[in-house]
């Protein structure tokens, strides 16, 4: 069952396939303007049939975030009939599609497409009352701070720096403090336990730095997205400061690689934190288990630069 969504991708005049690019020779100071596919598959694979099965995917782009679009989206199920596929916002805007299978013999498999765009010359800016949410400004059960995280909040605070200056000092205390390891934690370790041992996947990093920042005041938001490159899914952080003409002005900064994001990071959804944004969940009724294998690729569309250029591999 197909349910294709949205308008087919019609920004660039000729959209080339860049898939063989070497896109870290790319001079990513001088494109204006991107273009990028994100291909996922997600195939369930049971000890026996299933029924009734319910699944939560929040895998897709949402339709704007920033200067960044979603030009066209499509949802495939392979191996089982749907009964029903549909797609809304939920209450933070992010993209979800709930979907219904009645029966599932052995296997199922859904493929997601999106294709996105991203332009570098628009400011990212968000509703003033933002800055005021308590979603973005209280603890969450996975980003409490205590102990050490605790003290570091008291020695961010002691510098006296303020709003941005503030977050980015903060952004860059996490990634000199903490080690990318894998297997280490799960998608349930705290952000006081991943600090403890000083190590985790991105997912803990930005835990950690949301800890932190709404620790000292800033309402900040969990992001999972994309990064080109990478080979799989990333998390970061944002954080809303005022931009003194009522708005929020939103500052992305990924706290694994210790830097403001750029151009080859692709936003999915933002939340409180990771369970927010959980890009597969649901249930299903049976007495065996089931086995969930994931493959996703992100591929370069078009480059432009402000002379029009498709390339700009250095």
Not at 70 to 78: D, K, L, M, Q
Not at 226 to 241: F, K, R
Not at 264 to 280: C, E, F, I, M, N
Request: include cysteine; charge should be negative.
């Amino acid at each position: 069952m197909k349910l294709p969504l949205g308008d087919e991708f019609d920004s660039f005049d000729d959209p080339v396939d860049l898939t063989g690019v070497d896109t870290s020779a790319i001079d990513w100071t001088r494109v204006r303007r991107s273009a990028y596919v994100i291909q996922q598959s997600i195939t369930y694979q049971y000890d026996g049939p299933v029924h009734r099965l319910r699944q939560r995917l929040v895998v897709q782009p949402r339709e704007h975030h920033g200067d960044q679009r979603r030009v066209s989206r499509r949802v495939e199920v392979v191996d089982a009939t749907a009964k029903r596929v549909r797609a809304a916002p939920d209450a933070f805007g992010n993209h979800v599609v709930d979907i219904e299978v009645p029966y599932v013999a052995e296997q199922v498999t859904f493929l997601s497409s999106s294709v996105v765009e991203r332009r570098s010359d628009q400011q990212h800016l968000a509703a003033g009352s933002l800055l005021h949410d308590r979603r973005l400004l209280d603890t969450t059960p996975l980003t409490a701070a205590d102990g050490d995280l605790d003290a570091l909040i008291n020695d961010l605070r002691d510098t006296r720096l303020q709003g941005s200056e503030l977050a980015l000092a903060a952004c860059h205390r996490v990634y000199q403090l903490m080690t990318y390891a894998h297997d280490v934690t799960t998608v349930r370790t705290t952000a006081t336990e991943a600090f403890a041992k000083r190590t985790g996947v991105c997912q803990d990093f930005a835990h950690v730095l949301l800890a932190i920042t709404r620790g000292l005041g800033l309402p900040s938001r969990y992001v999972s997205g994309q990064l080109l490159g990478s080979g799989g899914s990333h998390a970061w952080v944002e954080v809303l400061v005022p931009d003194g003409a009522g708005h929020a002005r939103v500052m992305a900064l990924d706290p694994t690689h210790g830097c403001s994001i750029g151009m080859t990071y692709l936003t999915v959804a933002v939340g409180r934190d990771y369970a927010d944004v959980a890009p597969v969940s649901g249930s299903y009724v049976a007495p065996h288990a089931g086995t969930l294998t994931m493959r996703k690729r992100v591929s370069l569309m078009r480059i432009d630069n402000d002379e029009g250029e498709d390339k700009l591999v250095s």
